[in-house]
């Protein structure tokens, strides 16, 4: 199965940016991938931001955007929150399949 | 309201078998698909399994494939994850989520394999 890849860690200040990126080992990410995004805080359960590459749901902050970029999906944080301290996760879609990347621990400090 | 709520969880011996079940609440289950995501302790996420909404199309990670099961009774609108030949890397909390699009999870249950 494919190897979804995720900076393993990123800090950003407060009110800041920061975008994090995922990969795939099998080659550019498309639409196709369909690509979703979580985050996680410590003992509770992930909760969906993103899904088909750049659509929120109804209760993810507009301070959330995905899009692809350089070959990757990726998940922009603009106006960065104490609150969003989180692991991020991604997930892709191959063929039916799902792959979780590594996530990545996001700092704001 | 969504309710997405596991059961079944629990310690049991390597080798041994579990049966998860997810009890779906708040939507029509049976016009969605659903997926198993695992995650060991202090580890990422791993997806496991999904099923599509009548139960005829399943997917499995490799790490599964051949020990588990997944299934549906739409009509209890429950999910179920048969789980065998348990190991101790299989220890984790379950979680199961809906989709499409993939939206709501359940609070998870946990499965310790160990003797």
């Known amino acids: 199965q494919a190897v979804v890849t995720q900076e393993p860690s990123l800090t950003v200040s407060p009110g800041g940016t920061v975008t994090l990126t995922c990969g795939s080992s099998?080659?550019?990410?498309?639409?196709?991938?369909?690509a979703y995004w979580f985050h996680q805080k410590p003992g509770q359960a992930p909760t969906t931001l993103i899904y088909?590459?750049?659509y929120r749901h109804s209760w993810t902050p507009a301070r959330f955007s995905g899009s692809l970029l350089g070959g990757k999906a990726a998940l922009t944080l603009s106006g960065a929150q104490p609150e969003d301290e989180a692991d991020y996760y991604c997930l892709l879609s191959y063929n039916g399949a799902r792959v979780f990347g590594g996530g990545t621990k996001l700092t704001v400090l | 309201e969504v309710q997405l709520v596991e059961s079944g969880g629990g310690l049991i011996q390597p080798g041994g078998s579990l049966r998860l079940s997810c009890v779906a609440s708040?939507?029509?289950?049976?016009?969605?698909?659903m997926h198993w995501v695992r995650q060991a302790p202090g580890k990422g996420l791993v997806w496991v399994s999904r099923i599509n909404s009548d139960g005829t199309t399943t997917t499995y990670a490799d790490s599964v494939k051949g020990r588990f099961t997944i299934s549906r009774d739409n009509a209890k609108n429950t999910l179920y994850l048969q789980m065998n030949s348990l190991r101790a890397d299989d220890t984790a909390v379950y979680y199961c989520?809906?989709?499409?699009?993939?939206?709501?999870w359940g609070q998870g249950t946990l499965v310790t394999v160990s003797a």
């Open positions: 989520v809906r989709d499409p699009p993939v939206d709501y």
């Open positions: 099998t080659g550019a990410v498309t639409t196709s991938h369909y």
């Open positions: 708040g939507f029509t289950f049976s016009n969605y698909w």
């Open positions: 088909d590459t750049k």
